[in-house]
């Protein structure tokens, strides 16, 4: 990869920083998002560096109950590409795909979409990829992202959680998007789902 394209990927975490309400949508999930779309991208070629720059930088900005911060998070990488070295155009491919693909992480994306880009629906995959963590690690994900929930006026988590994957089982039939993430994630994701719903009921 590109040096400028490593440059980039390190100056998101400063932007994580700055987001004081965040308990999950955190630089820790981002690291998170780029090792599951590390992952994916192994199976695909050409391996293109889009969707890792995507995955560090899709929730650089995230302030709950927001409509806009997939498009401040996107203009936040635009920014900072062009910020410390004024020679690097804002026509940059690499960077502008990227960019979409971040204005295209929304949960009505995940709910609703359908895109014919790979690459991109491997970084919708990694975005969703915690739902397969180990039960403990499952607990403590929902129990932050519950806080931001609360935050966006959303009083009751595991209704959410149960109607987010009630919709997205009625859109599609799987929660995963690519074939190499149903096989990786897929039916840990639904253990997960169901156990948490019940045990939460």
Known sequence: MHQDYIRIMAEAHKWYSRNPLVSYHSYDHALNTLNAASTLMQ????????????????????????????????????????????????????????????????????????????Y??????ADLSSLASNYDAFIINNKNLSQENNQSGIDNHIEWLSNFIKIRYGQHRNIYRTSRAVDLWENKARANIHRYIEENK
């Open 43 to 118: 199976f695909v070629n050409p391996v293109i560096p889009e969707v890792l720059i995507a995955s560090i930088w899709h929730d650089a900005v995230f302030i709950p109950g927001s409509s806009c911060n997939e498009q401040a998070s996107a203009d936040a990488l635009m920014y900072e590409w062009t910020r410390s070295d004024k020679s690097l155009s804002d026509n940059d491919s690499v960077i502008v795909r990227a960019c979409y693909m971040i204005r295209n992480t929304r949960v009505s994306d995940h709910l609703f979409e359908t895109f014919p880009d790979e």
């Open 120 to 125: 991109l629906n491997i970084l919708l995959d």
